[in-house]
């Protein structure tokens, strides 16, 4: 690591050369000034870690320096040097953006702990901003992932239905990543500081619905033992999220209509409105154009929803982006799970690039984060992946138990049986729209049963109707 460099401004010589001692000793690169102008003169040539000034000199005082340094640099780490006794001095050069301050006559122990602490203090800042960055970085499009004419065209989209607060709808089918849109257009746009709630309307209670979506008083109804804030409340200022909108009730489609239209919500159990503020972001896999036509969704709802259609492309709609994304997910299952693995070799390639992923991308980081988890060697091989076989066209698909042969070898008929159930239970929920009840049903299983398989398989959280 480089030195930390020091820039020590006091006209009293011996006090230069007693921190060029000291500091030197504690191993920082350190440069001396005699007073506020020299110190100008220095900064103009060289970048400093810390300026140390004293606070009364000829020239240019350690106050006026100061307002030099902030204004050329608002982050620099600027501490004072003050005569004993001179204390509230300093405390205003530290409401003026000074770190801290040391006295005279030193402690050597305390100038040691004061200045280490100030560049930890500026480390850990420089760290913090740099996550955020990061953090904002990956939020702006979170793990949407493509290198596709298809995905350049959702970004370009993206990037324009940000900046305005408009309702936004997303549509597309289970697994292609509709959250992920709606998080790129809330981290896009001006509300990016603000919340981002996000409501799954397929998976509240209908009886709890509105006491989520409004909020509730306390003694509203039984077991209504406080004031709640609902999502609306939650995401006043920012977006509120709504997955699978598809699956509200009537009733609180007529609710959520009035809050659209008027800005306001009413608590269960409260005589007044609320005043909020959001960005609707809606999002479902059901056709809401043929459901208003069967009188299960308010036609005035889905056209204040519907200001601006996004559609989530499915994966088979984007083939040439599998290499891209099952890389992406390699690297993030190696890193979490600490494996030696490095590759997918070209033949695994091969067959990721054609199965044709009816569970969308979520399937195919299903499908990478089971192979890093099973595989012992240094690169995903053929053998590795679940049993996926070729179609008439060429093309793969999760294999069934009348075109698995029984060789010499034999076969893991544990790992084959979890493949065809996984694979029943995605068409299942294709054929069902995306709701696991009614794909518990043609299964002829419970929906308690059917969530243990949704979470086994990674098909969703538990909770989670999509």
Do not use: W
């Not at 609306?232 to 007529?254: R, S, W």
């Amino acid at each position: 690591m480089s030195k930390k460099k020091i820039l020590v401004v006091d006209d009293e010589e011996s006090i230069r050369e007693f921190l060029q001692i000291m500091l030197k000793k504690e191993g920082y690169d350190v440069t001396l000034a005699e007073d506020g102008q020299k110190a100008v003169e220095t900064l103009k040539k060289k970048s400093f870690d810390l300026i140390i000034s004293d606070m009364q000199m000829p020239n240019m005082t350690g106050i006026e320096l100061l307002h030099h340094v902030k204004d050329q640099d608002p982050d620099m780490l600027f501490m004072m040097i003050t005569a004993f006794g001179t204390s509230e001095t300093a405390v205003e050069a530290m409401k003026m953006g000074a770190y801290d301050y040391i006295s005279k006559p030193f402690k050597i122990d305390e100038v040691r702990i004061v200045i280490a602490n100030a560049l930890k203090s500026k480390g850990l800042e420089r760290e913090i901003r740099s996550l955020k960055k990061v953090l904002v970085k990956e939020n702006k499009f979170q793990n949407l992932i493509g290198n596709s004419d298809i995905m350049h065209k959702l970004f370009e989209v993206i990037r324009r239905v940000s900046i305005a607060p408009t309702n936004v709808l997303v549509t597309g089918e289970s697994g292609t990543g509709k959250e992920m849109v709606a998080k790129a257009i809330h981290y896009n746009g001006p509300l990016k500081e603000r919340a981002f709630v996000p409501v799954n309307c397929g998976a509240i209670p209908e009886n709890l619905m509105e006491s989520e979506m409004f909020g509730h008083k306390k003694g509203s109804f039984t077991g209504a033992i406080s004031d709640k804030i609902g999502m609306f409340e939650a995401a006043d200022g920012g977006t509120l999220f709504l997955d699978e909108v598809g699956e509200l009730p009537l009733t609180i489609q007529v609710k959520l209509l009035r809050a659209l239209q008027e800005q306001v919500i009413r608590k269960v159990g409260a005589v007044d409105d609320t005043k909020v503020t959001v960005r609707i972001i809606a999002a479902t896999n059901r056709d809401l154009a043929a459901m208003v036509k069967e009188g299960t969704f308010r036609e005035d709802l889905y056209y204040r929803l519907n200001v601006i259609l996004i559609k989530s492309p499915a994966l088979r709609d984007r083939e040439g982006d599998i290499p891209m994304l099952a890389n992406h997910f390699l690297n993030k299952y190696v890193e979490k799970m600490a494996k030696p693995i490095n590759k997918i070799s070209d033949e695994a390639m091969e067959i990721l690039k054609t199965y044709k992923y009816p569970g969308n991308v979520r399937e195919l980081e299903n499908i990478i984060e089971r192979t890093v988890a099973l595989e012992g060697g240094h690169a995903i091989l053929p053998e590795s992946l679940p049993p996926l076989v070729p179609t008439s066209s060429g093309e793969r698909k999760l294999a069934s138990s009348h075109e698995i042969e029984i060789t010499e070898e034999g076969v893991d008929i544990d790992k084959i049986i979890g493949q065809i159930e996984k694979e029943l239970i995605v068409k299942a929920i294709h054929a069902s729209g995306g709701v696991k009840k009614r794909a518990a049903k043609l299964l002829n299983i419970s929906f308690r049963s059917m969530r243990y398989r949704v979470e086994k398989y990674g098909l969703g959280s538990e909770d989670d109707e999509e």
